[in-house]
């Protein structure tokens, strides 16, 4: 039975005392997936899975707390369930974790460098083990997977779920590489380019918060400082400065409980690479706490605690 | 009037004109298309695909300063000084929905008894070169809310993109003047080669959608708390779709302090936020993302219709679908009204 | 130079009640001559500064923010800076990638018989502060600087994970 099957089964023996199970379903195009809430067998008919199901269907779960759900999870979504857990915000007896072992998904903006016309255009998708056959306004390309696969994927320590109830396919390998070059090449900047960078990017963000939202950690949600007059973090103007100062709010907030799902990047509608920061406050979480969140269950968040004696912070001299 | 006006002449035009006056084109940095402030040197990126968001910034800005408090830390009244948008604007490049969504906003930001200075000096002083869509995206759905791949409503040229250049229709006396520059040139017979491939486009987009009896099957779902919620599931209640949207015209007003100067601004608002209704006892009448979806498809498809004489809140651009996050798309969610049974 | 003889720059710093704003009152009724540059808010514990009070500071145009608390182990609140200094140090590590220089921050403990430490502590920090100088604005100031970021993008000299 292919992946597929064994998760449509997995889910229908399950399906009688959840809520609802979260998965995936075909998109308003062949290039993309969305999110399915399936509650009858019915449904079950339309979950995919596969490269094109990125979205990071941890996000919702808070929203259903205190009622038995199923979610289907990659590698990479599952550490969210874990942080989730972990910080009880969820209650791990009430979900229903349905594990992929996940060899990655796409970047859309990868496909739409890669494709001859925009991917608006877009009329049909095979997609094959290792490649993905496009057509787009008339004409047909073969794109190599490895080509167009999503920054996380490439550089992916946890492809398999690290929970879960029932874990569905083979397991794979984690990916080589740990770290990405576009990350070292921004880093390696100036600091007057980085600022530069930053303050032309955020000129192009529109603060939907469309990073916030899509973000599984970021539980406050409609409460959030972001939107309080009282106390007022943030102006409504939309200036580079605010925006960054936005992105210095999530950051911040996310400091030891990233777990570098990539949706903040994949949401944003103007395509800004909200990653750079995140992947680099994950690497300095990990230089100062030897800590990564939603790698093990109990992990408590390194800002949530603390040592009286800190082993790699030290005293500058003064 | 029609002409013709060559690719490289287009960006000739874009240079002269920014020497006088706000010229907005879409331009790619990050491989992300958006409007941004023209100037020589820069790149129009016309044709690889639609602008992420809508050209709305020009005639309704992210940020409008309505007035501007200064104090002087010796003087005890504050100085108060109006900031009524001056000078010109011309869009270069934006899809024909882009340049119509304006159009929602008239009987809202000018009515008999209201007039909103503010939008009405920027619409009536930003010039709309259009360029008409060669085909459709599978977001695009202009041709069921009225419109079309080449419609001129709320543009002052029309362009369609013929040979290594483009066959250009004004339809405003705005658009008049600018065609009357040496940089267009006669269009020969290509006007029919225009005539040709906008035809061509809109036989594409296929059998329009009818949305005639959108407004009252809404309406009828209005106390239908579960079908909103299953709905608007997978909705993340952001406010990317909003935002995005060229017909949106929800605002929010802030008075900015900062030291001894204060401004007042008008910023976009969303009502897919929390605090878009939340109400200053604690009580918010939408609570949550479903009622918020609710009112947004409701008030595109339903309640504007009903008081502006039918007319679809909505220029079918497909933003809101192609840009979602989560993938919601709007079509589907007014089908389902549509098909409802009981 | 001593930095009381060029223009102030502007520095804020953020002191905990107990142990380092007595530190400065000691150093100013001890008549230890400082640099006049820093402007101090007091607030009850280390622990109590989010850093987003830093990064809001720098965003707004401060050119230089110092924070300093009581001495490890000397919290008035056991472990309020047990969480400050975790935190501190995270935003430290950080600044460097948003493009602001992470010397225009520091912190730091002084006890508030540390008269003559925080006297070295804010010479020294106001001293650095004046060798950065004013710390760039995060808005583009005129529309010519604004034109030439928007020309670099359009260039398309941006992006180094999009292309």
Known sequence: ???????????????????????????????????????TEADLDRLV?????????????TAYKGKKIGVVVKGCDSRSVIEL?????????????????????????????????????????????????????????????????????????????????VLIGTKQNPAGA??????????????????????????????????????PMCVCRDYCIATSRDPLWLSQDNSPAENM???????????????ECGECERACPVDIPLMLLRRYMNKQVKDVFEHQAGTALDQTPPLFTFKVEEERIHERGW | MERYITKQNLTRLAEDLAKTCRVLAPVSSCGSVTFRRFQPGMTMDLHSRMAAVSPKAATFPQTETLLVVKRDATEKKPELVETL?????????????????????????????????????????????????????????????????????????????????????????????????ALFEDAGDKGKEADAKNAEARELMGEAHDYTSAPAKLLARF????????????????????????????????????????????TWDNCMSHTFTLEGSGHNPRSTKAHRLKNRVGHKFSYYPDLHKGVIACCGCGRCIKQCPAGVDIRQIVNAAQEYSE | MPAQDIRELRIVGFLCNWCSYGGADTAGVGRFTQPTDLRIIRV??????????????????????????????????????????????????????????????????VSASEGQRWQHVVTEFTHRIHELGPAPSFNPMSEVDWNALALQAAQGQGCPCHG
């Not at chain 1, 380019?193 to 963000?205: I, V, Y």
Request: glycine letters at 8%; one cysteine or more; hydrophobic letters at 35%.
């Open chain 1, 1 to 39: 039975m292919s992946q597929l099957d064994d998760l449509k089964s997995a889910i229908k023996d399950r399906l009688g005392e959840l809520e609802c199970v979260i998965g995936w379903e075909q998109g308003y195009d062949a290039l993309h997936a969305t999110p399915l809430f399936i509650r």
């Open chain 1, 49 to 61: 899975i596969g490269p094109l199901a990125v979205h990071n269907l941890a996000t919702y779960l």
């Open chain 1, 85 to 165: 857990v972990n910080e009880n915000l969820v209650n791990r007896d009430d979900i229903v974790v349905f594990g992929l072992c996940c060899d990655g998904v796409v970047s859309q903006p990868k496909i739409r460098a890669a494709l001859p016309a925009d991917p608006g255009f877009v009329e049909s998708v095979t997609i094959g083990t290792d490649e993905l056959k496009i057509t787009v306004a008339g004409q047909t390309v073969t794109l190599k997977k490895s080509d167009v696969l999503a920054d996380k994927c490439r550089v992916c320590q946890h492809p398999n779920a690290i929970i879960a109830d």
């Open chain 1, 178 to 215: 740990n770290s990405l070059a576009c990350q070292e090449e921004f880093e390696a900047k100036s600091d007057a380019e980085k600022l530069a960078f930053w303050q032309e990017t955020m000129s192009r963000c529109i603060r939907c918060y469309a990073c916030r939202n899509a973000c």
């Open chain 1, 245 to 259: 100062m936005f992105q210095m709010v999530h950051v911040s907030h996310l400091a030891g409980r990233c777990t």
């Open chain 2, 85 to 181: 948008p001056q000078g010109k604007s011309v869009v270069i490049g934006c899809r024909p929905c882009g340049a119509r969504g304006k159009l929602i906003f008239n009987p809202v930001y000018e009515t008999d008894k209201i007039k909103d200075p503010y939008f009405i000096s920027r619409r009536d002083n930003t010039v709309f070169i259009s360029l008409a869509c060669d085909r459709p995206e599978t977001t695009c759905f202009c041709h069921s809310v009225g419109s079309g791949p080449a419609d001129t409503a709320g543009s002052d040229i029309l362009l369609t993109l013929v040979g290594d250049g483009y066959v250009a229709r004004s339809v405003t006396p705005a658009g008049d003047e600018i065609m009357k520059l």
């Open chain 2, 223 to 266: 106390d239908d708390m579960d079908f909103w919620q299953a709905q608007s599931a997978k909705c993340i209640s952001c406010g990317a779709c909003t935002y995005m949207c060229p017909t949106c015209y929800c605002f929010n007003i802030t008075d900015d302090d900062l030291g001894l100067n204060s401004r007042r601004i008008r």
């Open chain 3, 44 to 109: 009850p514990c280390s622990g109590r500064i989010d850093p987003l009070f830093i990064v809001r500071s720098l965003l707004n145009g401060a050119d230089g923010v110092l924070v300093s608390g009581c001495h490890p182990r000397d919290c008035h609140y056991a472990e309020g800076n047990f969480y400050a200094r975790r935190r501190l140090e995270l935003l430290k590590r950080f600044l460097p990638v948003t493009g602001i220089d992470a010397r225009r921050f520091e912190y730091t403990w």
